[in-house]
């Protein structure tokens, strides 16, 4: 199975500042990498699929990058309503899919 | 609008059996490959099972091989799961989606439709 690595686990932010959030795959999966938010209680929303190709209505602060087996999510200026979790996920080769461990955004 | 609805959770005994659905509406649910993905209290998203459109191809983790089966019926638009011999680490919200397309209208496996979830507690 292929291993989806996020780092950070957790980390803290302000409002306004720019993330990055990294997932590395245990072998190449090409492009073929999502990001999804998760808020408490709620199912998991897409926000980048194929690495870089933003779903549609995600606002644009949000872009992905990387290919083969080392990926970034990256939002430019955070906003309050992106305090979450955020798990990448490979669709290269299953059974079985695999996501990332997650990565939570807490606020400073 | 596409809609994913599961119901069938609850609390069951280790060992015991469950079966979960999911009604799907506002898409051509016949067309498109569904997936379970679990996620234990606290923790990160596992995929569970895929099944195809037809209904002929399925697959599954190995954590759930042998224990679980996974089905469709086309023609009332509902995705099931049926889960045997359930285990204390099977205790988790399990949600439905369905396989997502590109700019192209070719078929993946990401997950822009989830259902909202339904919570499997297994615990005697």
């Known amino acids: 199975a292929i291993r989806m690595t996020q780092s950070p686990s957790s980390f803290s932010a302000s409002t306004g500042d720019r993330v990055t959030i990294t997932c590395r795959a245990s072998?190449?999966?090409?492009?073929?990498l999502a990001w999804y938010q998760q808020k408490p209680g709620k199912a998991p929303k897409l926000l980048i699929y194929?690495?870089?190709t933003l779903q549609s209505g995600v606002p644009s602060r949000f872009s992905g990058s990387g290919s083969g087996t080392d990926f970034t999510l990256t939002i430019s200026c955070l906003q309050s309503e992106d305090f979450a979790t955020y798990y990448c996920?490979?669709?290269?080769?299953?059974?079985?899919?695999?996501f990332g461990g997650g990565t939570k955004v807490e606020i400073k | 609008e596409v809609q994913l609805v599961e119901s069938g959770g609850g609390l069951v005994q280790p060992g015991g059996s469950l079966r979960l659905s999911c009604a799907a509406s506002?898409?051509?649910?016949?067309?498109?490959?569904m997936h379970w993905v679990r996620q234990a209290p606290g923790k990160g998203l596992v995929w569970v099972s895929r099944?195809?459109?037809?209904?002929?191809?399925?697959s599954y983790a190995d954590s759930v091989k042998g224990r679980f089966t996974i089905s469709r019926d086309n023609a009332k638009n509902t995705l099931y799961l049926q889960m045997n011999s359930l285990r204390a680490e099977d205790t988790a919200v399990y949600y439905c989606?369905?396989?997502?397309?590109?700019?192209?209208?070719?078929?993946?496996?990401?997950?822009?439709?989830w259902g909202q979830g339904t919570l499997v507690t297994v615990s005697s």
């Open positions: 989606a369905r396989e997502g397309r590109d700019t192209r209208g070719s078929y993946y496996s990401f997950f822009v439709y």
């Open positions: 506002g898409f051509t649910f016949s067309s498109y490959w």
């Open positions: 099944i195809n459109s037809d209904g002929s191809s399925t």
């Open positions: 072998q190449g999966i090409s492009s073929y």
């Open positions: 194929a690495a870089s």
């Open positions: 996920q490979q669709y290269y080769s299953y059974p079985p899919l695999t």
